[in-house]
């Protein structure tokens, strides 16, 4: 079948040929070992989904992790623990004179502490109840945990669990039963309540992701199945790619489930891995069954009362895989290599996607290479003579053979030589590259965020509640936690020198941010010897009235001696103060090693863009002042650890990003033997991806879209969620290439059968424009669902799909690829065998005469 594949793809062809043989000779063993597949890991497959969580620690190697390991050994209570917030509002006045108030706190204290696993409990009634022995000298701890406008406040506290861990979700269920109760038994005054961590986080985008699955299978399957059935026209051909599908979804989904137990799954892998299933494996079936028939009427096949040959339909199996299979292995890698890029960067938020990615594609690709000629072969009449039958599908693939009784679609001839006539094809290309440039332009501008609201379904109640957080305590609830430490070790925590070091440092610290950001300017700092407004007590004053020893080797005294002399009130408050602030569990037995407060960032959105600049001017301050005070400094919470994962995968996405590119281009070069054609996917690709780009940011940032009243098409953040920059470039990439390797390879086919290049690229245009174009409707159709998920991150990515897919599939393809096609002749297959000029006429045809030529075999 040399001449029935690209002469340059002879040896895959071949290759597929005999695997083709192999399939069909052992077809009921391939058709049950896949059957046992599914029984065996099928059942696990819904686990996958429930896997999936919202992990923030930062990667190795950066000042984030290294933070975070000096918070795991002094301060263990500090690291990456569980946080959970309690909001209490009324409707109006203030919540502080809400009544039982403090009896209500007492009594959620006393039941979180039932429960066994809680590390920590802060509150204003708490707090000033503890601090009461100061009397004026005592902090204002209400700005804290009370809004500005005195209706909302908020409880917290901590468990020894990570923030969205399966424990971490358990205990949610459970501290959100408790405070829901006791508010509902104890405070009918409140008007608004309810418990935010993110373990609710993740548990709630959990359920929507759940649930966007399910919708995305309602919405695609059904619409896929239809466009499927009007261009194969055969219900028994649609149980190919429905047992393909089935088999793809079960085994992937089931070993994804045991790749959830070893890494962390982001909430949005579980359903884009369903879409690119979905997306994929009707594009391959289309590739596949297309082909399937029109090598039958190669064959002379066809007919509804014809013999159908065992012989024919094997041989027809036999040219499929050497032909559709081919374009589905080259598409297959190219998308497996821009996820396994994506894989490696060593963030597992999204490492976990392009491994599921990978291994889900991966193993469709396996599916359709294995199972579908399997299937064809076990039941040779049932599927030859549905694919034979005498309706429009094989009308239009019996004009593809020649036949010229049947014609080949109208608008596809049209638009296969208004794009490759000359100078029409410069025209094309020249408009479609400046729309796509000026779209494009706006990437320049574009900002990312990962607001928490973007990681909550829409109308979920934790939605509000955390619309109600942000909008009454800013980023209160997530503060910089800062470790210090003297550089000279003989220097005590707790003792004079070091305090007033720490006052000094920090104080020149909250200078250099006033300074270098005046929007940050209110951040307060909260440290023993330094708070942001207040003055601080005196380390002598706090010596005298906590009795601190004088600072020796640890142990410093064998008994509690002096908290004996102490009365219950004020050693509680020392203790809870000293204890807690300081890497020590008795400050009057053991010398701290360590001391630790909290920054908060007022006026800026700690996860925003801002944010970075924030983190960056923070470290940069104490940089330049801790050698100057002999302070060693790490600084840690959720925000510093949450930005510098970003920043390491935007720091790999280049590397990722070229790397991608590289791989792709030299693959596709080996396989058409040429130079040009990868390079000229890169120029068409770029088209695609600079449109998608600009348009996202057009929609989400700019807003372009706000009029029509859709959240999930609105520019409310002002930015793109900053995890879909990063997906999007793999997913398109891979896309991308996927419809121009299929009309690539057909075009070389001809073009290898003796046919002048221009002829081959109408005639490859006109034969795969009605397959490429449904399948572009099948995949939009399967990402357009996500639009509708409760998930702005879904959304966004759905949106990004689908601009890809249609612009892709009906502009690139159809317009530019011609275009640059026909304006490169006989040089796209350059330097391989097809640039030849021995390889038909190497002219324009319709100048040279062949006019007739073409429109036999076109047009």
């Given at each position: ?37 599914i ?87 708490t ?22 406008d ?6 917290a ?11 971490a ?117 289309l ?13 002379g ?53 392009g ?18 000629p ?31 009784s ?7 001839q ?57 909008g ?40 250099d ?6 929007e ?12 942001t ?64 407060g ?15 600049v ?50 792709s ?16 996917s ?6 695609s ?11 989400y ?5 706000d ?71 099948v ?9 509708f ?71």
């Open positions: 079948f040399a001449h029935e594949c690209s002469a340059a793809m002879k040896e895959s062809c071949g290759c597929l040929g005999r695997l083709a043989e192999v399939m069909m000779k052992w077809k009921f063993f391939v058709i049950g070992g896949w059957a046992l597949a029984c065996a890991l099928g059942p696990f497959a819904p686990g996958f989904a429930q896997a999936a969580t919202v992990t923030v620690e930062p990667p190795s190697g950066t000042d984030g992790y290294d933070a975070l390991m000096q918070y795991k050994r002094y301060f263990p209570h500090l690291a990456l623990t569980a946080d959970y917030s309690g909001l209490l509002q009324v409707a109006s006045g203030r919540v502080l004179d809400t009544p039982g108030l403090a009896e209500f706190s007492d009594e959620l204290l006393r039941q979180l502490n039932e429960t066994g696993q809680l590390t920590q409990y802060l509150s204003n009634t707090l000033a109840e503890l601090y009461a022995p100061l009397g004026s000298l005592a902090p204002d701890f209400s700005s804290q945990f009370v809004s500005k005195g209706r909302t406040m908020i409880f506290w901590s468990i020894d669990e990570e923030p969205g861990s399966k424990p979700v358990e205990a949610h269920h459970r501290f959100s039963g408790i405070f829901d109760k006791l508010v509902q038994d104890r405070l009918p005054e409140i008007s608004f309540y309810g418990t935010q961590s993110v373990a609710a986080v993740t548990d709630a985008a959990t359920i929507a992701a759940e649930h966007d699955m399910a919708l995305a299978d309602g919405i695609a399957l059904p619409i896929s199945a239809l466009v499927l059935w009007y261009v194969v026209r055969s219900g028994r051909l649609l149980l190919i790619p429905l047992a393909t599908l089935v088999t793809s979804a079960a085994v992937s989904f089931g070993l994804l489930y045991f790749l959830s137990l070893v890494v962390d799954v982001q909430v949005i892998t579980p359903p884009l891995c369903m879409s690119l299933l979905i997306a994929m494996s009707v594009d391959y079936s590739f596949l069954l297309t082909r399937f028939r029109e090598e039958l009427l190669k064959l096949v066809g007919g509804e009362d014809a013999a159908i040959s065992i012989e024919s339909v094997q041989e027809a199996i036999k040219s499929t895989m050497t032909t559709s299979g081919a374009t589905i292995l080259l598409s297959g890698f190219t998308l497996l290599t821009a996820f396994a890029f994506l894989a490696v960067i060593p963030v597992d938020l999204i490492g976990s996607l491994q599921g990615a990978c291994l889900t594609l991966g193993l469709m690709v396996v599916v359709n290479l294995t199972l579908a399997a299937l064809l072969a076990a039941a040779p009449v049932f599927f030859g003579r549905a694919a034979s039958q005498q309706r429009s599908g094989a009308r239009w693939a019996r004009s593809l053979v020649g036949d010229r049947a014609s080949a679609p109208v608008g596809w049209w638009v296969a030589k208004i794009t490759t006539l000359f100078p029409w094809n410069i025209v094309w290309f020249a408009i479609v590259t400046a729309v796509s440039v000026g779209v494009s332009i706006a990437v320049l501008q574009m900002k990312t965020t990962d607001d928490l609201e973007q990681d909550i379904p829409t109308g979920d109640k934790l939605f509000t509640l955390q619309q109600e957080l942000t009454a305590f800013s980023s209160r609830t997530m503060p910089y936690n800062i470790l210090l430490m003297p550089k000279d070790t003989s220097v005590a925590i707790l003792s004079a020198p070091f305090f007033q070091a720490v006052a000094k440092l920090l104080a020149a610290v909250e200078q941010i006033i300074t270098n950001m005046p940050a300017k209110e951040s307060e700092f909260n440290f023993l010897p330094y708070q407004g207040r003055q601080p007590i005196p380390f002598q004053a706090l010596q005298a009235l906590c009795g601190i020893p004088r600072a020796e080797p640890a142990p410093i005294v064998e008994d509690s001696t002096v908290e004996r002399q102490l009365s219950s009130t004020v050693s509680d408050m020392c203790h809870f103060m000293l204890d807690t602030q300081t890497s020590t569990d008795n400050y009057l037995l053991h010398q701290p090693e360590a001391m630790t909290t920054l908060t960032a007022l006026g800026i959105e700690v996860l925003g863009e801002r944010g970075f924030f983190l960056d001017t923070v470290r940069d301050a104490f940089a330049k002042h801790a050698p100057r005070y002999g302070v060693q400094y790490s600084i840690g919470g959720m925000g510093p650890y949450f930005l510098d994962m970003v920043t390491v995968v935007y720091a790999y996405l280049p590397a990722m990003a070229a790397g991608t590119i590289v791989v281009v030299i693959f596709v070069g080996i396989a058409f033997r040429s130079v040009i054609i990868p390079l000229r890169i120029v068409s690709n770029s088209l991806l600079g449109f998608t780009y600009g348009l996202a940011v057009h929609v940032q700019y807003g372009a879209l009029f029509l009243g859709i959240r999930n098409l609105s520019g409310d953040y002002h930015a793109l969620p900053w995890i879909v920059p990063v997906v999007q470039f793999f997913c398109l990439i891979g896309i991308c290439l996927d419809y121009d390797i299929f009309l690539l390879t057909r075009v070389s086919e001809y073009r290898a059968q003796g046919m002048d290049p221009r002829v081959a690229i109408r005639k490859g245009v006109v034969s795969t424009g009605g397959i490429i174009t449904a399948a572009g409707v995949m939009a159709i399967a990402f357009g669902a996500l639009i998920s409760s998930l702005m991150q879904l959304a966004v990515m759905g949106f990004a799909l689908v601009v890809a897919v249609l612009y892709d599939t009906f502009i690139v393809r159809s317009i530019v690829n011609p275009a640059l096609m026909s304006l490169l002749g006989r040089w796209n297959w350059w330097p391989g065998e097809l640039s030849k000029p021995h390889y038909g006429f190497d002219e324009d045809p319709d100048l040279a005469g062949t006019a007739s030529a073409l429109s036999m075999q076109t047009c």
